[in-house]
């Protein structure tokens, strides 16, 4: 089975600040891959580099065999049209209509005829259960109501790759799990690969066919959810039981 | 050592000043590459509607304050021109020297620091809100471009608005001047429009209006550079807006400086 996308020993410095150190990851079409870590620990960066907004360093960033950082902006943007990304905090355009929303990258960048375009929204708002949503502007929802909004956004495209930068923080727990089963089923309907940046424990297990765990800039365990549960790592089990005991503690942030 | 401090200093300033101009060419540049790549598709580079509201504020709603600040300046100038030439007689000159002063120069300036303030601010502080929410950012992560999405219809109307922004001013600098004479100097509205018409020439017209499209660019690239630059959540916008303003307006007046001290050397 061959990679839909691939990290090669990627470095990601700020100024002197490293955030990635060396990252290597591959995720397959079909495969949803959870990624944990600490807060301001570069995963939201992570999703970045995928996405061709920030460059790497040094190493590579494979998207479907091509690599990221040297594509062409045309070419790029092409690509991008590939992968949906839902924000850790929605980046809704706050002048348009949540209509507007989720019909910008239809209109702009495909030729679907308007009452298909109607037709998928309204789908898609059924979907994240936000029906009769379409008129309202995102600064009359709540957060957890633009996160949906997000969600549908990133999904209307049909992606390949699904990017999510913590799809379920901020939300009750039903509609919690109503966001991971969606999150499950597009992926298993379209065979589209997902990574899944999250805190929350029960969701990452639910979602996550795999799981890896960021930490001080590298990947220091990747593996099926049965066993990262039970990983003798002492920053993974610290991180799986929540615990205030082990190596995470106060002064955390990687140099 | 010491006396070396100001070069020192003008070097920075000037090195400052070149990486700033270098990115604005490279936003436009960009910008049209954006367009081009979308167009290619056989599509309109932006949404019409975008545009419109884009018109709509930057044209149409400024032209109350454009008008009536050129209204009143156009006043006073004839005002205080007047009775200066009326000491030799010569008050007759005060419409063609108005004429002059605004087709040339006043028209376009005063128009591009009202509308700086008036619109250049608000892309700035439109934009940079949209950065620091990473509205921006998922424009550019969906592949819509945001160069082309966003600032091309505010630079595009910003430019094509700006001419007549200027027409609109000088005919109001014209009207203030109208006023005066004809209640101060006793000169007719016939003899008034032939003292017009006789100023006016064709090269400051044109030259006026090659100014407008000129510092309406200027303007609308640097508040969409300063907006898309934003860093430092609200207070950023703030300061970010604040910048916008002050530089558009001194890069405005350096502009129109430069421009008259080549027509000045210029063999006619
Ligand atoms: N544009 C930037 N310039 C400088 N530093 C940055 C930039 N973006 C992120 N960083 C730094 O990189 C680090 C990682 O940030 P990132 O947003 O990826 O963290 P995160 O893992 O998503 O955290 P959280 O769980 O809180 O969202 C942070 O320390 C942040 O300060
Ligand atoms: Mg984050």
């Known amino acids: 089975m061959s990679a839909l996308v691939e990290l090669e020993d990627v470095v990601l410095r700020f100024g002197p600040k490293t955030v990635l150190d060396g990252v290597s990851l591959q995720v397959s079409p079909g495969e949803r891959l959870v990624v944990m870590g600490q807060s301001g620990g570069g995963k939201s960066t992570l999703l970045r580099l995928i996405l061709g907004i920030l460059k790497p360093t040094s190493g590579r960033v494979i998207f479907d065999g091509t690599e990221i950082s040297r594509l062409p902006r045309r070419q790029l943007n092409e690509m991008r049209q590939r992968i949906g990304m839902v924000y850790q905090y929605s980046a809704l355009i706050s002048s348009l209509t949540v209509r507007e929303n989720l019909a910008l990258p239809l209109e702009e960048l495909t030729d679907t005829p308007a009452d298909e375009i109607d037709e998928k929204i309204r789908s898609m708002l059924t979907a994240v259960d936000m029906e009769g949503s ?102 993974v089990a610290q991180f799986v039981s929540g615990s205030t005991e082990g190596p995470i503690g106060e002064g955390r942030t990687a140099p | 050592m010491a006396n070396r401090e100001p070069m020192v200093a003008i070097g920075r300033a000037l090195r400052s ?154 005919l109001a600098a014209l009207f203030g001047t109208y006023l005066i004479c004809a209640f101060s100097f006793n000169i007719s509205l016939p003899v008034f429009a032939d003292l017009v018409r006789e100023a006016l020439i064709l090269k400051d017209v044109v030259q006026g209006m090659l100014k407008a499209i000129l510092f309406g660019l200027l303007i609308a690239l640097i508040a969409c550079y300063r907006g898309l630059t934003v860093q430092g959540g609200a207070a950023g916008v703030g300061t970010a807006t604040t910048s916008s303003v002050v530089s558009s307006i001194t890069t405005v007046i350096g502009f129109d400086t430069f421009i008259n001290m080549l027509q000045v050397n210029a063999p006619q």
């Open chain 2, 17 to 170: 000043f070149l990486a700033t101009v270098s990115s604005l060419i490279w936003l436009l540049l960009d910008m049209i590459s954006e367009m081009a790549d979308h167009m290619r598709r056989g599509r309109l580079p932006f949404r019409r509607s975008v545009f419109f509201a884009q018109t709509e504020r930057a044209g149409l709603n400024s032209v109350p304050l454009v008008a009536m600040v050129s209204f009143f300046l156009g006043l006073t100038m004839a005002l205080l021109t007047g009775y200066q030439l009326r000491t030799f007689g010569t008050e007759r000159l005060v419409p063609g020297l108005i004429t002059i002063a605004f087709w040339r120069e006043l028209g376009p300036l005063m128009t591009s620091v009202i509308i700086a303030a008036r619109i250049g601010a608000s892309y700035t502080a439109e934009l940079g809100t949209m950065t620091v929410s990473e509205e921006v950012e998922a424009i550019d992560a969906m592949g819509l471009g945001p160069l082309r999405f966003l600032v091309a219809p505010r630079l595009v109307a910003l430019v094509l608005l700006m001419p007549s922004l200027v027409v609109a001013s000088n």
């Open chain 1, 134 to 235: 379409e008129d309202k502007l995102p600064a009359e929802l709540s957060g957890g109501m633009r996160k949906r909004i997000g969600l549908a956004r990133a999904l209307v495209m049909q992606p390949e790759l699904m990017l999510y930068d913590e799809p379920s923080a901020g939300l009750d727990p039903v509609v919690s799990s109503v966001i991971d089963e969606l999150i499950i089923r597009t992926s298993e309907e379209n065979q589209s690969a997902g990574i899944i940046v999250t805190h929350e424990m029960d969701s990452a297990f639910r979602i996550g066919t795999r799981m890896a765990m960021l930490y001080q800039g590298r990947i220091i365990a990747d593996d099926v959810p049965e066993k990262f549960r039970q990983s003798t790592n002492p920053v």
